[in-house]
T-cell receptor, first 112, second 109 residues
Framework: DSGVTQTPKHLITATGQRVTLRCSPRSGDLSVYWYQQSLDQGLQFLIQYYNGEERAKGNILERFSAQQFPDLHSELNLSSLELGDSALYFCASSAISNYGYTFGSGTRLTVV | EDQVTQSPEALRLQEGESSSLNCSYT??????LFWYRQDPGKGPEFLFT???AGEEKEKERLKATLTKKESFLHITAPKPEDSATYLCAVQGGSEKLVFGKGTKLTVNP
């Protein structure tokens, strides 16, 4: 157990639907990062939050949004889902970023 | 833009057969180079951070080295349990890590 908790582990949904992925960071970590991993693209950075504020944005689609709550857990919202959104979505957290991140076990999203 | 290229994409070794994985990078102001191990369907597991050229770190059968343009992950006398995908990432001016696509290592008994 890495200390970063992601729920749900698996999600199957239809095109056009909206889902919410949840992440609880390691105790004491203020930064949360979201990554998407597909077979051909590898790990792609989506967005970072630090202590409730958006810190950096990557290749995140407009249909996707995220937030970090006062208790530091984070949610990634994916809407108007398309088949191509099927992927593993990872959350990671860090206390000091250049010491490396700790990743959760991911949410596997399948859009049918 | 920060970039990471890993080679080879896949590597098959016999148990005990040592080898090296390569990570070439371009980054504006390297803050750290990271190696992770990822098992199928699981999250990446942190292995090493290297901060400056010439630095080396070791953990069991793994040794990571860093130059100004690339990093190597040396695997000495690997065992089947070392089979995994090894990911390299760099951190430049921003806090985000930029990952390579990984090297899938298979160690046959």
């Amino acid at each position: 157990d890495s200390g970063v908790t992601q729920t749900p582990k698996h999600l199957i949904t239809a095109t056009g639907q909206r889902v919410t992925l949840r992440c609880s960071p390691r105790s004491g970590d203020l930064s949360v990062y979201w990554y998407q991993q597909s077979l051909d693209q590898g790990l792609q950075f989506l967005i970072q939050y630090y202590n409730g504020e958006e810190r950096a944005k990557g290749n995140i689609l407009e249909r996707f949004s995220a937030q970090q709550f006062p208790d530091l857990h984070s949610e990634l919202n994916l809407s108007s889902l398309e088949l191509g959104d099927s992927a593993l979505y990872f959350c990671a957290s860090s206390a000091i970023s250049n010491y490396g991140y700790t990743f959760g076990s991911g949410t596997r999203l399948t859009v049918v | 833009e920060d970039q990471v290229t890993q080679s080879p994409e896949a590597l098959r070794l016999q148990e005990g057969e040592s080898s090296s994985l390569n990570c070439s990078y371009t980054v504006s102001g390297l803050r750290g180079l990271f190696w992770y191990r990822q098992d199928p369907g699981k999250g990446p597991e942190f292995l090493f951070t290297l901060y400056s050229a010439g630095e080396e770190k070791e953990k069991e059968r793994l040794k990571a080295t860093l130059t100004k343009k690339e990093s190597f992950l040396h695997i000495t006398a690997p065992k089947p349990e070392d089979s995994a995908t090894y990911l390299c990432a760099v951190q430049g001016g921003s806090e985000k890590l930029v990952f390579g696509k990984g090297t899938k290592l298979t160690v046959n008994p």
